[in-house]
């Protein structure tokens, strides 16, 4: 546990930041730090309930709890090297924490309750600073019973600019949702149901973008449109279909990655992954051209339509540059890394509960099976390396040597899909069931399908108690959760 060293750095933090700033704090502005003259924008929200127009009349408005009485939240848009203020205040009746993620913040910034500060109590406010060191598309979300806080819609996009952003014609960005509404179009209370919990997580009935039920994107033939998806999702897995459009996938989780067509035509986000992806605007003027996610068997449905205009915007298709160029993310060393081996069990399995009670952690893993009135009673449903754990209060389940690079090899030893996400760092996906990955891609949250083994590598250069887990938030809070403690010595302490 490190709480104790917690209190410290934030008194240093507040005494340093709130030195002399000049009044006038308003959103988004720019406010001069007098100590150092460095310049930061700062942001207010409010986490609070609200109703919201999530889907179209004769509906009423729905219940929901979010960011400044909006799903999503405002958006916290930065050039890249900016410095980054938010006040948050916690409107809630429960406590509540803001994380940013994938921004690599200090660990103190990271917004996680009890590991890396104490929770926002109701009525009670939080600064949270930070510098925005990568360009690309981020978002934020509570890190506190975040399967409810952020299933009734706490969470909003991060957008942190390039100083020299590619040439597009219009940057659009898309926060996706799934919610389980009743027929009154309220949230359905039932959150954390053990169902939920011990397969997919909380799959809804209703897809919002940017907190609408969508309809339609007016486009111009020959337009090049940026499309910048965030998966907000508690548990579903998005797989869009295009159709005769081709989006090119330019960055994933905020980072560069050599521009390609995803291979098998769908765009695949897991809960929390983000994907810019440009797009070139091929079809005839006057025409209606549908995108459709076929992801869950049985579950295809109609996401929105592209609408095309009756006059062109440009007869050809432009020939831009989509390159980003690339973040200061510092490269691992694949010959010198350390080797970490992570095994990920529990969940349902042919009707019974894969229970793995040991800490087995070899190269077939197999868990015990249990019953589903043993698991109802222990609340334990998923484990890694043969723990589940119980809140974030826990002991490191890696320690890694600060400044070192690493090799985590991950094997989901379980039967559904699980997205993986890492705080305080990216890494490169660099294996898939042994083959290399094409690109190499740097993600923060690496999406892994039943059975499959991935290995990610990074430099251990953020030092602190970082939680690493399934962004199923279901399966999250029922166990699929650790936390990786990168220090000076390697050393478990
Ligand atoms: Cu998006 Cu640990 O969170
Ligand atoms: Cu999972």
Not at 1 to 28: D, E, H, Q, Y
Not at 92 to 120: C, F, K, S, Y
Request: aromatic fraction near 8%; glycine fraction near 10%; include cysteine.
């Amino acid at each position: 546990m490190n709480i104790k060293r917690m209190p410290g750095f934030t008194r240093r933090f507040f005494l340093k930041s709130s030195a002399a700033v000049f009044a006038g704090a308003f959103t988004g502005s720019f406010v001069m730090h007098e100590a150092n003259a460095v310049a930061f924008k700062e942001f207010h929200l409010r986490a609070g309930r609200s109703p919201i127009t999530l889907v179209p009349a004769p509906a009423g408005a729905t219940n929901a709890w979010c960011f400044n009485g909006s799903v999503p939240g405002p958006e916290i848009r930065v050039r890249q090297g900016e410095r980054i203020r938010v006040n948050v205040k916690n409107g809630l009746n429960e406590e509540t924490t803001v994380h940013w993620h994938g921004m690599r913040v200090p660990n103190a910034m990271d917004g996680v309750p009890h590991l890396t500060q104490a929770p926002i109590r109701s009525g009670g406010t939080f600064t949270y600073e930070f510098d925005a060191l990568d360009a690309g598309t981020f978002w934020y979300h509570p890190h506190q019973r975040s399967f409810e806080q952020v299933g009734r819609g706490l969470y909003g996009p991060l957008i942190v600019e390039e100083p020299n952003p590619i040439r597009v014609d219009r940057d659009l960005t898309w926060v996706l949702d799934d919610w389980r509404l009743t027929k009154g179009g309220q949230i359905s209370e039932d959150f954390g149901n053990l169902h939920d919990m011990s397969h997919n997580g909380r799959i809804g009935n209703t897809v919002t973008i940017n907190g609408q039920v969508p309809d339609t994107l007016y486009v111009r033939r020959g337009e090049r449109i940026r499309l910048r998806l965030i998966n907000a999702a508690n548990a579903r897995i998005f797989g869009i279909d295009f159709g005769t459009h081709k989006p090119v996938i330019v960055a994933i989780d905020g980072q560069p990655v050599a521009p390609h067509i995803p291979e098998d035509g769908l765009l695949v986000l897991g809960p929390a992954m983000r994907m810019d992806v440009v797009i070139d605007m091929v079809g005839d003027v006057n025409q209606r051209y549908s995108l459709t996610d076929p992801f869950y068997q049985g579950l295809e449905y109609r996401l929105v339509d592209l609408v095309y205009a009756d006059t062109p915007l440009r007869n050809r298709i432009p020939d831009w540059d989509m390159q980003l160029s690339a973040n200061p993310l510092p490269e691992p060393d694949l010959n010198d890394a350390e080797r970490h081996e992570v095994t990920f069990n529990g969940g349902m399995m042919g009707g019974m509960v894969m229970q793995e009670m040991g800490g087995s952690m070899g190269h077939e893993p197999m868990g015990a099976m249990g019953s589903m009135r043993g698991m109802m009673h222990s609340g334990k449903i998923w484990f890694i390396n043969g723990v589940a754990a119980e809140g974030h209060i826990m002991e490191p389940m890696l320690t890694l040597r600060h400044g070192q690079s690493h090799i985590i090899s991950m094997t989901n030893a379980t039967a559904w899909h699980h997205p993986i996400h890492f705080h305080g760092h990216s890494f490169r996906v660099i294996s898939r069931n042994g083959n290399p990955t094409a690109h190499k891609e740097w993600q923060d949250t690496v999406l892994m399908v039943p059975k499959e083994r991935v290995e990610i590598a990074f430099v251990a250069d953020n030092p602190g108690d970082w939680m690493f887990h399934c962004h199923i938030l279901e399966h999250q809070t029922a166990g699929m959760m650790g936390v990786i403690r990168v220090n000076q010595s390697g050393e478990r302490t």
